[in-house]
């Protein structure tokens, strides 16, 4: 049973525009909530993350928002560019502890100049 | 500061032959971790370990093991290497506060014949 899902296999926005990746949950304990993102052939990078006691975190051009009550996030990139161009991974961890990330699939966003 | 770094880079291996990846941190990290990456999979915890002679099963355990002799090392084992195996392995590494982020090395391609 997929605890974390990201039900949009891939994204294509034009450069300038808002991307929005979305992610839903299943596990009522997850509390803490993480955005990674992965070129080709390299690991992936921590973007931003949001603990459940907040509804919304921005760092730069990127915002997570999270609704608890729907058990649903969203990353949101304005502007988008080109170098934007990777998989974006939704990862949750609970019970007070961040030792076990649970990962969707991934949403292949791709930019177009 | 290299961050995680993960040997080999690639391999070949045919069924049921035997090898270790071998997985250094230098953050002075509590926690590390080995994930595997499949298409359309995204990332699945193999086995964990919270500290220095501790190891832990993931969600994927079945025909691996582990051992973290020193805090800075991860090893992960393959036995007797199958078709299955065949994937993307990471290896990522935390802190022991809640809310901190996994740190990612760049991956080891691994194919089994």
């Known amino acids: 049973d997929q605890q974390v899902k990201q039900n949009s296999p891939s994204l294509s926005v034009q450069e300038g525009r808002i991307s929005i990746l979305n992610c839903d949950y299943t596990?009522?304990?997850?509390?803490?909530f993480l955005w990674y993102k992965k070129y080709p052939a390299e690991g992936p990078t921590f973007l931003i993350s949001i603990s459940s006691i907040k509804d919304k975190n921005e760092d730069g051009r990127f915002t997570v928002f999270l609704n608890k009550s729907a058990k649903h996030l969203s990353l949101h990139i304005v502007p988008s560019q080109p170098g934007d161009s990777a998989v974006y991974f939704c990862a949750a961890s609970g019970g007070g502890s961040n030792y076990k990330l649970t990962f969707g699939k991934g949403t292949l966003l791709t930019v177009n100049p | 500061n290299a961050g995680v770094t993960q040997t080999p880079k690639f391999r070949v291996l045919k069924t049921g032959q035997s090898m270790t990846l071998l997985c250094a941190q230098d953050?002075?990290?509590?926690?590390m971790y080995w994930y595997r990456q499949d298409p359309g999979m995204g990332l699945r915890l193999i086995h964990y370990s919270v500290g220095e002679g501790t190891t832990a099963k993931g969600e994927v355990p079945d025909g691996y093991n582990v051992s973290r002799l020193k805090k800075q090392n991860f090893l992960l084992g393959l036995e007797s290497a199958a078709p299955s195996q065949t994937s993307v392995y990471f290896c990522?590494?935390?802190?022991?506060?809640?809310?901190?982020?996994?740190?990612f090395g760049p991956g080891t391609r691994l194919l089994v014949l």
């Open positions: 596990n009522s304990m997850f509390d803490y």
């Open positions: 953050m002075n990290h509590e926690y």
């Open positions: 990522a590494s935390s802190a022991a506060r809640w809310g901190e982020t996994q740190y």
